[in-house]
């Protein structure tokens, strides 16, 4: 059974820092990771995908994946109250695998 | 360009009764994915279709449950009887060819089953 799991939160931090969301996924053969944003009520949309290891930056978005230890992170820089919201991670094996999400909170 | 276009928007009906959810792909976009998401279990694919053919529905609940894809611009999820235990917000995702490719979902229909 792949599984992708996230920590729920809630993350708190206050507008401006750096939030840090992670994840980790059983399937070593793995290729493709995607983050999603989902706003309560509406419909998850994506923020990011990343193939290869290493970093990969959008904007204020960065994530971050390490293959050999089998974690994705998106790091969201210089936070806005408008980032609060359920962030998803998903990997691609026939179907894309979604992780619970972890919220975030971002205060003013 | 229109998106994911998933009716009803919002559904409620009482327990035995039968529900039909719809979606409608973007245009160009082969393959095609049904979502249950709920707070306990997340986000869980139901089926997903290349070309118009299911590939895997493994996470189908039950028999209760069943999918079609008639063409390449329509699809329906249909539940019947329905259950108290179904109630969910139900996606519809679709991508370009490849099921491990972007997803761009629908805004999802709300189920509740009294």
């Known amino acids: 059974q792949k599984e992708v799991e996230q920590n729920s939160g809630p993350l708190s931090v206050p507008e401006g820092a750096i939030a840090s969301l992670n994840c980790t996924y059983s399937?070593?053969?793995?290729?493709?990771f995607f983050w999603y944003r989902q706003y309560s009520g509406k419909s998850p949309e994506l923020i990011m995908f990343?193939?290869?290891?290493g970093d990969k930056e959008d904007g204020r978005f960065t994530a971050q994946l390490n293959k050999a230890s089998q974690y994705v992170s998106l790091l969201i820089r210089d936070s806005q109250p408008s980032d609060s919201a359920t962030y998803l991670c998903?990997?691609?094996?026939?179907?894309?695998?979604f992780g619970k999400g972890t919220t975030l909170s971002v205060s003013s | 360009d229109a998106g994911v276009i998933q009716s009803p928007r919002h559904e409620v009906t009482e327990m035995g009764q039968e529900v039909t959810l719809r979606c409608k792909p973007i245009?160009?976009?082969?393959?095609l994915f049904w979502y249950r998401q709920t707070m306990m279990r997340g986000l869980e694919l139901l089926i997903y279709?290349?070309?118009?053919?299911?590939?895997?529905d493994s996470g189908m609940p039950e028999d209760r449950f069943s999918a079609k894809m008639p063409n390449a611009s329509f699809s329906t999820l249909k539940i019947q009887p329905s259950e108290p235990r179904d109630s969910a917000v139900y996606f519809c995702?679709?991508?370009?060819?490849?099921?491990?490719?972007?997803?761009?979902f629908g805004p999802g229909t709300r189920l509740t089953v009294l």
């Open positions: 995702a679709s991508s370009l060819p490849g099921g491990g490719d972007t997803q761009y």
């Open positions: 399937d070593r053969g793995s290729q493709s």
């Open positions: 990343i193939y290869s290891n």
């Open positions: 998903a990997v691609a094996g026939t179907a894309l695998i």
């Open positions: 245009s160009g976009h082969n393959s």
């Open positions: 279709f290349n070309n118009n053919v299911p590939i895997d």
